[in-house]
Structures are given as structure tokens and as C-alpha cells.
């Protein structure tokens, strides 16, 4: 093995290579990006943290290291890593479901960030990235929108200041109506205050500043800081007015310090038990971090390594269960601030994480009578915008297969859960494929006047001839539809008095396995049984390649002909009977 | 609802169809192949039975009621039902897993027909007959070879006279080996002298018989009788030598009657536990069954509906629960030998059925002394006809995908047994074809001279254009390999200075999911960003009036063509701007 090169090194650690070209200017933008990511973060970590079911610290623990590490080699410039949403509820799904308690929980998320990053570092280095690509669609759009509601209904119970738990949609609605009696009135006022403040935030105050002749980088800072404002407000007024004596909950005692250094436990059933749900994690994850990079570095003419991504977000979830945090990934909401407030290196997701770490630092003891009613309100506002139930009416107007796929997946993680409704979405969306190509569709086709080109006999006025039947199978071939093919013949060549040739065009045909080898085979000689001689037209270089490697050519009545209209020209006009073995049209080589 | 005429009948009763038309000729010519296939039949039965785990008579009762029931709803004309070696060998694994014994465990057999024949009528109503296609060939084929030598290897006991037991190669070896001390003398003479009987039978008798002038039909008749031969004798053999009390084991003590009126038990836990292992015999067993079922009656220009074929296999299955069977099918040699003995309705296989129940009224007192390691010797050589490790040879000559699929199955089915071999080997082909389509074969296309063809530049010498770019997707553009698309045309426009239009030829292209459009958009804008036109040409009608339904058309910054010598002259020529919105080329009609 050869030395490795700089370019080397600098595919595996990204950072050697911008790093080089790094300069003040750079600086000054990522740093800027940096306060304002860093506003938003500090009570997104808080909040995420109690939605995974973990300590506040957590949060703010996961949103240092994983930080520097992706800054170190992720391939996005701006993608801002960090505890999201969609994965803290699946990190509650996936720890409750063992029953654990306490320190015991927040043990298991840091085995469950090492276990999925160990999964994505895998998945990188063995280039295992198109695995992500059997998430559909319509399973992400459909499995987003269901976890966004469910956050949201999980998190009413801290806004009406009752207990509440659960992982489906049945139990959380049960839990919230049973104990409603129990509500706290401070905490209902303080929560929906804050709501109503944070949708104000959303869609007013940024549009009146700008009228109030704030700049738009000053007016982007302000609304972002939002959520910090509604925190110290709220948090000022239950000191002051004693509210935590009357029953609003409050996050109590966060210890005060940098990230500490841990090592995940190495209980192996404890792993065993986890690696299903670190496998969700991962992929999911890698998904939605992999599309918000995509989309933001496409505007901006930059192009990310999906693979590289893997090792990054693989590294940062490592640094995550070493010290102290759960499992990270690209947040959406956070990226798209990040590059709007002009972020241009990974750098600046560097200079958040010194942010965030001083906040640990500094700022833990003032924490102490903020409101988890707050924090609650914080992360409804953040997941409503991940609801998209339009993505049903488009599904439905594009599609039944895909529409089936969204809506089984809405309703199945709504109903069983985060892990069982996505998996069970993309299991169906892969049924539905294989049995689409079950039943290929399949068009008898004849030549476009004036022209070499051939279409389907129901859709144009083509010529034709009786002598002559012309199937375009529009399907590669293979076991889940060969017996298809054989049946469709068979039934068409039934009662055709005056056909002599059978053409099989392949135009359409990428692929021809085993299975349908042997179904081509047996209506080779149940034609030539029925005195009708079988020929392709249009066969790909590389299925042809396949063909060349068997006896199939060699006992075909007919004939092999570079393209349709080779054959209609052969064919066609004169009588021609079977000849055994290949012949070949003048000067027709089929491949390619 | 109408009132069901005949004909609709017929086409779920097609006893009514056949029957009518049945005469004198054609009974004679059914008996004759009744004969022959009882006399085969008996020893098979009873020594599938003893295969399957289960006393011997019920293998003679699953030779009776079912062969009625296939003969009133079967449409195969030749398909001889009742016991056969694959399945019965299902059948001792799916209850070996419950660890049943004795009168249970012949319980748990006639639950298990009941489902299975309940699971094969449901596939026939609600037409899911299809499902048998995800059987590819390759599965099936190294799934019938495994099963067969573990078949052969489990009834190497019985030659031997030593107790074995195993569902894999390793436990089946294992047992032999430790247990080789115990060989018992006269079983084993008796157990090789039957199988170098029949093997020879199977070779030489019927050329020897013919020389010695024996007429076709006398001649095969003889030869099918050389099991039945073989139980005669050595029964003869044990009674005079009194071989039973030397350690012979016989069959002992066989009901005499008719087979009973059972009613399988509704213990639910039982159903449960064993649905899934019938599920697994239903599909295989229709398989095989139609598989022969249609070789054969391709012979005869006649036709079998696998729809109608479960409805048949289903009811043949229910018969079996009901009269103290177990699951039957299809059998291939049976129905090879029914047809080559000139059987010409199903009515044959009722004849059959008589025989059989003839046999168990009156030779059961007969069978007391017949030697276990006659009917293994039996079962033995049947069954190793059914090995044929050529099929690995084949595959690995075609493609490295089908190959893996076949050495799998086989693999996976020695080592851990029947029901994990199949199912492994059918997940494992669809993972396969799914990861094949995950990274489409892409080619870049130009014109064949003098032809409006257009074929892969790197196949052929074509005529291209350095302003015109045209990518043929050898491809449905679905979830798993939209990104892949995306890539690849990123990939390819970098640095492709002259280029202004690129050309997507579709002709390949049988589906474009909800997935795929959202990239083709991508694709769509990053080209318009990057001043390039993106086209489509030869968009099949399916696929075209797919897109209409959506804003790609009216977003696509260039045309759709019919073909793609339309999109080569339209654009190749002269240089023509980006148009906003879809126009057409004259005359073209982008569908079918």
C-alpha cells in the first residue's frame, strides 16, 4: 500500500483542504453565523433533550463535540449538526421501549450514539450510502409528518403542566384527556403565552422590524432570538413570582461545566437490544442531514460526498456518546439559518460549538427556574413546520402507489410508533415496486408514418401488418414477471391466423435474468411448435452481452436485429420462413 | 348479483366442463393410467409419510379424498396430486419445530393441511396467484436440490437400521456418524440389495424388457411396478426369515378401512404457530405443481389456470384435513408417468383414488412385515433424481446475481433447514434485483448513420453533436436510484463547455415515481441555473400522462419529443435558446 497523498488525506478530513484557503473575511462570516446559530441552539439542546426523555445538559452536551468533529469531516459548508427533533423522538422511542429509569436512560443514549455512529463510520467507509436510497419519498415526507405531530401532542402535557407519555398517537390523546383535570393553570398560561409569542416571532416580528428600519441581518438576529427571549422572560417571572411553588415544573438543577468526558457502557445485550433502533437512527438521520446539505450546497454550485457525509455524521455521533451527549444529525430549521446568516466553512459550526460550551459554562445556574412548559412551546413551534399534509394531495394526484406509501406511513408511525412506521413504510413501498413490475405494461406497437418509429398501436395511427406482431415489453425482464410475458403471448397469438413472425422489442427491457431466460426459451419453441418464428429488436449492448453467454441465440427461429425497423424492413414485405439458428439482418450487430 | 350461468361454473367446476364430453375411449385410456399410477403410488405414500414424520396409512388416506377433490376443481388433465417428497419433508420440519410426538404431532399434521388448503383457496378467489413469481427460478431450483439431498441423508438411517433425526446437513451427518456402531446387518443388506434394485430398474429394466420384446406400454408398466416388487419381497423376506426379531424394523400394524372423518383441531395457539410454515408449503407446493402442471399441458396445446389451479391444490388440501392426511400438491414424476400413460381428464387421478382407497381396505394386514428401510430405499432413489447441482454451473455461466441466489438457497437450506433455505433465498433474490436497479446502466447515445436509430457511443460509431448531450437510462427512475440520475448528469455536464442541450431518451424508462420526479425537477433547475436546456425524448404513454398530471411539463425548460431523431433535429442544428415552459416539436405528440 502507497503512502498516502495530501489529496488523499484531504478526501477522508475535508477541513485540510478549506482550511488552507481560510481567511479573515471567512472569519467574519462564520462567526456571525455562528452567535446566531448559537441563539438558537441553546434552547432547541434544552428542549430536545426533554423530548428524548434526558437531562437538559444532555442536549447542550450533544451540540459541542459533534460539533467540532463534523467540522473536522463533514463535506457540507454549512450544515449545522446537532440534537434534532426527529431523532430525540426516536431516541425515546428506542431507549422506552427497554424500561429503563434515570441514569440508566441517559447511559443508553450515550450507547445509542455510539452505536450509530460505529453504523454510519461503517456504512462510510464500506460506501454503503445508497442504502439511503430505499427510503422513498414519500416514506420520508409521510414518516416526518407523523413524527412532527406526535412531538408536538407529546409536548402539550408539559404546556397543560400534566404527565403524559406514550409513542403512538392513541396513547399520547389518552394520557393528555385522562389527565386534563390535573392541569396547572400557571403552566397553561405561561405555555400558551409563549406559543402565541413564538408564532408571533415566526410570522410578524421580522416584517415590522424591517418596516421599523432594522437591517435584515439585525431583523434575521432578533426574530432568531426569539426562543431566548421567551426563556429569560419566562424563567425571570417564575423567579419572581415564586410560580415553581405553585406547581409549574420547572428544568431545576443543570450542572454547571464543560462536556464531560464518558465511555459508553459495553453491556453487549444492552448494544444487542439497541442496534435495531441505531440502524433507524442512522439512516434516518443520514437522510435528512444528506437532503438539507444537498439543497444548500447545490446553491451555491457546491457538491457534498454522501459517502464522506456518512464518516462525518458517523465521527460526530462517536463524539457524542463520549462525552456526554445522544445521538446527533444535520438539523433542517438550523442549517437553513446557518447559511442564510452567511456561514461559509464548517468552521462556523465550530465556532457554535465554543458557543454552546461556554453557555454550559456559564450560563447552567440560570437555568434553574426556566419552565419546561416553555421548552415544550419551543419545540411545537420548531416541528409544526415540519407537518406537511399536503404532501398527500400531491401523492394522491401523482399516484395511487405513492400515495399509499405516505399515507401508510402517516398512519402507521402515528398509530405504532416511529420505528414500526418507517420500516413498515419502506418495506411497502418496496412491495409496491416488485408488484408494479409483476405486471408490466406491455404495448403492441407499429411504425409512425414518414418515420423509423415505432409506438403503440392504441395511442397513434401507425402502420402495420398482419403477418407481423410487434410487443414492446415495457419491463425488464425477471422472475417476478417472466411467467407474465409467457401468459401475454400466448393468449395474443391465439386465433392470429395470417401471423408469421413474432417480434419481441426490448427497447425497454434492461435486464434479462435466469427466470426469464428460461420464459423466453419456452415461447421460442412453443412458437416455433405453432409454426411462428420468434425474433428481438433493440436488445441493450449489456443484455445482449448476457445472451451471447447461452444456447438462447443459437436455437432462436429468428432473428436478432439492431432496430425495429430492421425487422419491420426483413420481415414485413415478404413472406420469410423460420430459419433455425441466428441469421442476421445485413448489416445489423446487435448490441448497445 | 346474476344468477351464475354454466359457464361461470364451469370456470370454477371444470369437472362440468370436461365431463360432459367424457366417453368410452377416454375412460378406457384413464384407467389404463390409473393402473399405473397406483402401483407407483402405494409404496410412495406410505413411505412419504414415513418421510413426513407420520404413520404410514396416512399417507395412503392423503392418496384418496384429495385426488377426488383435484379431479372436480384441478385444471390440469394430467397433474397427478397426492403426498410428494419436498413437501412431506415441510411437513416433518414445520411440526418438528413444536415439538409435538405421536398422536399430536399427526394432529398437528391435518391443522396443517387445513391451513394450507384454506391459505391456497383464499391466493385462488382473491387471484394472488402471482405471488408465486417471486419464486425465482434459481430459488426454486437450488431450494428442490437441497431439499433433496437432505432427504436422501435422512433416510440413510433406515437403510442402516440407526436412529437419526435433524432438520440440517450437520445434525442428519451428525446423527449418522455417532450412530454408525448401532448399523444393524440384515437392514442394511436389505437396504442396499432395494436400492441397487431399483436403480437398476430405473436404468435397465425397461431397454431389457423391450428387447425381450415386451410392448412400450408392458414394458413401462413393469418398470413402475419395481417399488412395488421390491415391498413384496422384502416383506416376503422379513415374514419367512423372521428378520423383524434380528432388528429389522417393520411398519407393524396399518389400519384397515377407509380413511377416517377428521376434524382438525381448533387449538388457535396451534393455527398460529404453524401459519406461517404453511404459507411456505402452500406457495412451494404450487409452484412445483404448476410448474409440471403446465409443462405437460403445453405438450397437449392445452392450457392451465394458476388462478383456478390454487382453487384446486386449496380444496384438494381441505379433503386431505378432513380425512386423516397431510399437505399434498402436485407431484412431478407421478404426473410425468400419469401423462406418459396416456391419462386424458382428471378423471384419471379419481380412478387413482379408488385404487389407492382399494389398497387400504384390503393390503394394509399385507404391510405388518414391510421393512422401514424398503420405503427409505424408495424415497432415496426418487428423490435424488430430483438433485441436480448443474443448475450451479448454468447460473454462474449467466450472471453472478442469479448464481448467488441459486448457491444461497442451497447453502442456506442444508445448513439451517427447509423453511429459513426458501425464505432466505427469496429475500435475498429481491435484495439482489433491488440493488441492481439501485445503480442503473446509463449510456450516452448517438445517431447510427443513415438510420433515424440511436445506439451507445461507446458500442457503436454514431454521429453526435458537442452542443447536444443525450443520456439513455436503461431504467425505471424510481426511489432507489433517483439520486443515482441526479449524480450522474451533474457529473457529466461539469466542464462540458459547448453543451447547451441535454437530451433524456426515456425509451427505457417504464415508471417515473413520485422519488424520481422530484429529482428530475432538481435536474430540471439546476441545468436552467447552469444555462442548459433539459429535454425528454420518447416518454412512454404510461409514463407521459403520468407527467401531465404534474407542473415538470410546464416547468421543463425545454420540449418533450416523440422520438429522438424529432429531439436531434430539432436541437443538434442550429443553436435554440431556452424556452420557458413546455413547446412542442411540429407535429409531435410526446405519448405512447
Same mark, same amino acid.
Given at each position: 500500500?502507497?503512502?498516502?497523498?495530501?489529496?488523499?488525506?484531504?478526501?477522508?478530513?475535508?477541513?485540510?483542504?478549506?482550511?488552507? $484557503?481560510?481567511?479573515?473575511?471567512?472569519?467574519?462570516?462564520?462567526?456571525?453565523?455562528?452567535?446566531?446559530?448559537?441563539?438558537?441552539?441553546?434552547?432547541?439542546?434544552?428542549?430536545?433533550?426533554?423530548?428524548?426523555?434526558?437531562p437538559p445538559e444532555m442536549g447542550l452536551y450533544a451540540s459541542v463535540a459533534p460539533l467540532l468533529a463534523y467540522a473536522v469531516f463533514g463535506t457540507s459548508r454549512t450544515l449545522a449538526v446537532g440534537p434534532v427533533a426527529v431523532v430525540s423522538l426516536m431516541t425515546a422511542?428506542?431507549?422506552?421501549?427497554?424500561?429503563?429509569?434515570?441514569?440508566?436512560?441517559?447511559?443508553?443514549?450515550?450507547?445509542?450514539?455510539?452505536?450509530?455512529?460505529?453504523?454510519?463510520?461503517?456504512?462510510? =467507509?464500506?460506501?454503503?450510502?445508497?442504502?439511503?436510497?430505499?427510503?422513498?419519498?414519500?416514506?420520508?415526507?409521510?414518516?416526518?409528518?407523523?413524527?412532527?405531530?406526535? @412531538?408536538?401532542?407529546?409536548?402539550?402535557?408539559?404546556?397543560?403542566?400534566?404527565?403524559?407519555?406514550?409513542?403512538?398517537?392513541?396513547?399520547?390523546?389518552?394520557?393528555?384527556?385522562?389527565?386534563?383535570?390535573?392541569?396547572?393553570?400557571?403552566?397553561?398560561?405561561?405555555?400558551?403565552?409563549?406559543?402565541?409569542?413564538?408564532?408571533?416571532?415566526?410570522?410578524?416580528?421580522?416584517?415590522?422590524?424591517?418596516?421599523?428600519?432594522?437591517?435584515? $441581518?439585525?431583523?434575521?438576529?432578533?426574530?432568531?432570538?426569539?426562543?431566548?427571549?421567551?426563556?429569560?422572560?419566562?424563567?425571570?417571572?417564575?423567579?419572581?413570582?415564586?410560580?415553581?411553588?405553585?406547581?409549574?415544573? @420547572?428544568?431545576?438543577?443543570?450542572?454547571?461545566?464543560?462536556?464531560?468526558?464518558?465511555?459508553?457502557?459495553?453491556?453487549?445485550?444492552?448494544?444487542?437490544?439497541?442496534?435495531?433502533?441505531?440502524?433507524?437512527?442512522? @439512516?434516518?438521520?443520514?437522510?435528512?442531514?444528506?437532503?438539507?446539505?444537498?439543497?444548500?450546497?447545490?446553491?451555491?454550485?457546491? &457538491?457534498?460526498?454522501?459517502?464522506?457525509?456518512?464518516?462525518?455524521?458517523?465521527?460526530?455521533?462517536?463524539?457524542?456518546?463520549?462525552?456526554?451527549?445522544?445521538?446527533?444529525?444535520?438539523?433542517?430549521?438550523?442549517?437553513?439559518?446557518?447559511?442564510?446568516?452567511?456561514?461559509?466553512?464548517?468552521?462556523?459550526?465550530?465556532?457554535?460549538?465554543?458557543?454552546?460550551?461556554?453557555?454550559?459554562?456559564?450560563?447552567?445556574?440560570?437555568?434553574?427556574?426556566?419552565?419546561?412548559?416553555?421548552?415544550?412551546?419551543?419545540?411545537?413551534?420548531?416541528?409544526?413546520?415540519?407537518?406537511?399534509?399536503?404532501?398527500?394531495? $400531491?401523492?394522491?394526484?401523482?399516484?395511487?402507489?405513492?400515495?399509499?406509501?405516505?399515507?401508510?406511513?402517516?398512519?402507521?408511525? =402515528?398509530?405504532?410508533?416511529?420505528?414500526?412506521?418507517?420500516?413498515?413504510?419502506?418495506?411497502?413501498?418496496?412491495?409496491?415496486?416488485?408488484?408494479?413490475?409483476?405486471?408490466?405494461?406491455?404495448?403492441?406497437?407499429?411504425?409512425?408514418?414518414?418515420?423509423?418509429?415505432?409506438?403503440?398501436?392504441?395511442?397513434?395511427?401507425?402502420?402495420?401488418?398482419?403477418?407481423?406482431?410487434? @410487443?414492446?415489453?415495457?419491463?425488464?425482464l425477471y422472475f417476478a414477471n417472466a411467467r407474465f410475458l409467457e401468459d401475454y403471448v400466448y393468449d395474443r397469438i391465439a386465433g392470429a391466423e395470417d401471423l408469421r413472425h413474432v417480434v419481441l422489442m426490448c427497447s425497454a427491457v434492461n435486464e434479462i435474468d435466469m427466470?426469464?431466460?428460461?420464459?423466453?426459451?419456452?415461447?421460442?419453441?412453443?412458437?416455433?411448435?405453432?409454426?411462428?418464428?420468434?425474433?428481438?429488436?433493440?436488445?441493450?449492448?449489456?443484455?445482449?452481452?448476457?445472451?451471447? &453467454?447461452?444456447?438462447?441465440?443459437?436455437?432462436?427461429?429468428?432473428?436478432?436485429?439492431?432496430?425495429?425497423?430492421?425487422?419491420?424492413?426483413?420481415?414485413?414485405?415478404?413472406?420469410?420462413?423460420?430459419?433455425?439458428?441466428?441469421?442476421?439482418?445485413?448489416?445489423?450487430?446487435?448490441?448497445?
Amino acid at each position: 500500500m502507497s503512502k498516502p497523498t495530501r489529496r488523499d488525506l484531504s478526501r477522508y478530513v475535508p477541513l485540510l483542504d478549506w482550511g488552507r $484557503r481560510y481567511d479573515q473575511a471567512t472569519l467574519g462570516a462564520d462567526l456571525m453565523a455562528a452567535v446566531i446559530v448559537t441563539i438558537m441552539l441553546i434552547p432547541q439542546s434544552l428542549a430536545y433533550a426533554l423530548l428524548a426523555g434526558l437531562p437538559p445538559e444532555m442536549g447542550l452536551y450533544a451540540s459541542v463535540a459533534p460539533l467540532l468533529a463534523y467540522a473536522v469531516f463533514g463535506t457540507s459548508r454549512t450544515l449545522a449538526v446537532g440534537p434534532v427533533a426527529v431523532v430525540s423522538l426516536m431516541t425515546a422511542a428506542a431507549i422506552g421501549n427497554l424500561g429503563l429509569e434515570g441514569a440508566e436512560f441517559a447511559a443508553a443514549a450515550l450507547v445509542l450514539a455510539g452505536l450509530s455512529g460505529v453504523i454510519l463510520l461503517a456504512m462510510g =467507509l464500506f460506501r454503503l450510502g445508497f442504502l439511503a436510497n430505499f427510503l422513498s419519498h414519500p416514506v420520508i415526507a409521510g414518516f416526518i409528518t407523523a413524527s412532527g405531530l406526535l @412531538i408536538a401532542l407529546s409536548q402539550m402535557g408539559h404546556v397543560l403542566g400534566i404527565q403524559t407519555s406514550g409513542d403512538t398517537v392513541i396513547e399520547l390523546v389518552e394520557g393528555l384527556v385522562t389527565n386534563l383535570p390535573q392541569t396547572n393553570l400557571p403552566t397553561l398560561v405561561i405555555g400558551l403565552a409563549t406559543l402565541a409569542f413564538l408564532f408571533w416571532v415566526r410570522r410578524g416580528l421580522k416584517p415590522l422590524l424591517r418596516r421599523l428600519g432594522a437591517g435584515p $441581518r439585525l431583523a434575521d438576529l432578533l426574530a432568531r432570538a426569539g426562543p431566548v427571549a421567551a426563556v429569560a422572560v419566562s424563567t425571570a417571572a417564575v423567579w419572581a413570582f415564586g410560580l415553581d411553588s405553585q406547581g409549574v415544573a @420547572i428544568v431545576g438543577a443543570v450542572p454547571q461545566g464543560l462536556p464531560p468526558l464518558t465511555l459508553p457502557s459495553f453491556d453487549l445485550s444492552l448494544w444487542s437490544s439497541l442496534a435495531g433502533s441505531a440502524l433507524l437512527i442512522s @439512516i434516518i438521520g443520514f437522510v435528512e442531514s444528506v437532503s438539507v446539505a444537498q439543497t444548500l450546497a447545490a446553491k451555491r454550485r457546491q &457538491r457534498i460526498v454522501p459517502d464522506q457525509e456518512l464518516i462525518g455524521l458517523g465521527a460526530s455521533n462517536i463524539a457524542a456518546s463520549l462525552t456526554g451527549g445522544y445521538p446527533v444529525t444535520g438539523g433542517f430549521a438550523r442549517s437553513v439559518v446557518n447559511f442564510d446568516a452567511g456561514a461559509e466553512t464548517p468552521a462556523a459550526g465550530a465556532f457554535t460549538a465554543v458557543g454552546i460550551g461556554l453557555a454550559a459554562l456559564l450560563l447552567t445556574p440560570l437555568l434553574w427556574f426556566l419552565p419546561k412548559a416553555v421548552l415544550a412551546a419551543t419545540i411545537i413551534v420548531a416541528v409544526l413546520s415540519l407537518v406537511d399534509l399536503h404532501v398527500l394531495r $400531491r401523492a394522491w394526484g401523482y399516484s395511487r402507489a405513492d400515495f399509499t406509501a405516505v399515507a401508510a406511513t402517516i398512519l402507521l408511525t =402515528l398509530l405504532f410508533g416511529v420505528e414500526l412506521g418507517v420500516s413498515s413504510g419502506v418495506g411497502l413501498s418496496i412491495v409496491l415496486h416488485l408488484y408494479r413490475t409483476s405486471r408490466p405494461h406491455v404495448a403492441e406497437v407499429g411504425r409512425v408514418p414518414e418515420t423509423e418509429h415505432f409506438r403503440n398501436i392504441n395511442r397513434h395511427d401507425v402502420l402495420t401488418d398482419p403477418t407481423l406482431l410487434t @410487443i414492446r415489453i415495457d419491463e425488464s425482464l425477471y422472475f417476478a414477471n417472466a411467467r407474465f410475458l409467457e401468459d401475454y403471448v400466448y393468449d395474443r397469438i391465439a386465433g392470429a391466423e395470417d401471423l408469421r413472425h413474432v417480434v419481441l422489442m426490448c427497447s425497454a427491457v434492461n435486464e434479462i435474468d435466469m427466470s426469464a431466460l428460461e420464459s423466453l426459451e419456452a415461447i421460442n419453441h412453443r412458437l416455433r411448435d405453432t409454426g411462428l418464428c420468434l425474433h428481438l429488436s433493440e436488445v441493450k449492448g449489456p443484455v445482449m452481452d448476457k445472451l451471447r &453467454r447461452t444456447a438462447f441465440l443459437t436455437e432462436l427461429t429468428g432473428q436478432v436485429f439492431l432496430s425495429q425497423y430492421d425487422a419491420m424492413r426483413a420481415l414485413a414485405p415478404k413472406e420469410s420462413p423460420c430459419q433455425q439458428g441466428p441469421r442476421r439482418a445485413e448489416g445489423s450487430n446487435p448490441t448497445g
